[in-house]
């Protein structure tokens, strides 16, 4: 399966993962000590939904484009704010022409004492990120193999942040490679915070990555899937998942608002589901 970003961008996954990356950042942010966010596939970091990629697919319509001026509940714009006011703005004018990746959203919600490590293998993309973020102090673009960050890049010195894993799946072997990994990133820095995003298929693949990374002992998992596509009428991309690691102890109240009303907004087909569930669980950790 490739699932190369251009042609995904603000898709009904990308809200997903980035809805919940935003919580996450804006939760490190009770402590005044800075933190690091470390994004191991970051992608060119901005993506132009005029682009030919981008408009091939028009993916965006029916993911960030159902929601961006939705009137949802109160608790729910309360929690999608910070993730919807950084895409608003890198569009000033009002008018939906670009998308932020992971790196650029974390970049705008960062405070000045955070940090970003921007970590992209591929030699366009790599360019581009660096050209995005060029004399910010804030971040450090690396272009390198992302799995090899897992190692070379945590701990961070701050001591505090997360984990961002989110690769193409162009290849196969992902999943082993995101259990693999992170049982190596996690043994060098267990108090971190590690969110592992992947797309949802087949669900028997998916159960094995979630029996798989059972195995790995590691005491706080939990996991959010969205289903927004009915399997028996698409044979590609149905839905997308989120494991996270050492979620912050009011991340699973704050999905139990955020889950549904996302799913019935970003539905495709009336068997549009969600799951929210602890693969492994202790009582949530502050950091």
Request: glycine content about 8%.
């Amino acid at each position: 399966m490739n699932y190369r970003h251009i042609y995904h961008a603000g898709n009904f996954a990308d809200v997903l993962k980035h809805s919940i990356l935003a919580r996450i950042i804006l939760y490190l942010q009770r402590k005044d000590r800075g933190f690091r966010v470390i994004d191991t596939h970051a992608g060119p970091g901005l993506y132009d939904l005029g682009s030919d990629q981008a408009g091939k697919t028009g993916e965006w319509r029916s993911g960030v484009g159902r929601i961006l001026d939705f009137a949802f509940d109160e608790p729910t714009t309360g929690l999608l704010s910070p993730y919807l006011s950084a895409i608003r703005a890198c569009n000033p004018d009002g008018e939906m022409k670009w998308y932020p990746g992971s790196p650029k959203l974390a970049r705008l919600l960062l405070r000045r004492q955070d940090r970003l490590s921007a970590v992209e293998l591929h030699p366009h993309d790599a360019k581009e990120l660096t050209r995005l973020f060029d004399g910010d102090f804030q971040v450090r673009v690396t272009q390198l193999d992302g799995w090899l960050a897992l190692g070379s890049h945590v701990p961070p010195k701050e001591k505090r942040g997360l984990v961002l894993v989110d690769p193409p799946f162009e290849k196969p072997g992902e999943f082993d490679r995101m259990v693999d990994g992170l049982a190596r990133a996690h043994r060098r820095w267990p108090s971190g915070i590690y969110c592992l995003w992947y797309p949802i298929k087949q669900n028997a693949e998916i159960d094995v990555f979630h029996n798989k990374l059972k195995t790995l002992d590691i005491p706080k998992i939990l996991c959010a899937n969205m289903r927004v596509c009915d399997p028996k009428d698409r044979t590609g991309l149905v839905g997308s998942g989120l494991v996270v690691v050492n979620p912050p102890y009011v991340l699973e109240e704050e999905l139990e608002v955020l889950l549904p009303a996302l799913t019935q907004r970003l539905a495709q087909s009336d068997t549009a589901s969600y799951e929210l569930f602890w693969i492994a669980s202790e009582a949530a950790m502050e950091f």
